[in-house]
């Protein structure tokens, strides 16, 4: 069985990676404290990282705290994005199921990639158990 988390650090391995989404919505700090944040894991594993997230005031609380480089961005509008760097690999993670159009996202990544970049895009599973369970637990 492939698990997610275990292929993303292989495909990051050594590599320059850009991350969208990245914060891991407003629980990052319990993920952060509970060792399980995705992103500190892809960090340590890639030989560069540069992560972009639409919740701006978390962008800056993980940059003034961990010092981590992320930028605030809308992942419809990657033109506005203040640099211009082609990456090894591109992950958007969990993401692609939140936006209006994913086409503008799509075509807004191409500026970062070269003819070798791979781009990761993972979605929840809405029917697994887990998420099943989880539903059913919360009425």
Not at 61 to 66: C, G, L, P, Q, R
Not at 122 to 133: E, F, G, V
Request: hydrophobic share 40%.
């Amino acid at each position: 069985m492939i698990y997610r988390k275990n292929r993303l650090l292989e495909l990051v391995k050594n590599k320059s990676v850009l991350h969208l989404g990245y914060v891991h919505h407003f629980d990052y700090q319990i993920a952060i404290d509970n060792n399980t944040w995705l992103h500190k894991d892809l960090s340590n594993e890639a030989s560069n990282i540069i992560r972009l997230d639409y919740l701006a005031n978390e962008v800056k609380e993980i940059k003034d705290k961990y010092n981590y480089e992320g930028y605030f961005a809308d992942v419809m509008k990657l033109e506005d994005v203040p640099f211009s760097k082609k990456f090894d690999v591109i992950i958007c993670g969990e993401l692609i199921n939140h936006i209006e159009n994913p086409g503008l996202m799509l075509n807004g990544l191409k500026r970062f990639m070269n003819k070798d970049t791979m781009l990761v895009l993972t979605t929840p599973n809405q029917y697994s158990l887990h998420r099943i369970i989880k539903i059913v637990s919360t009425k």
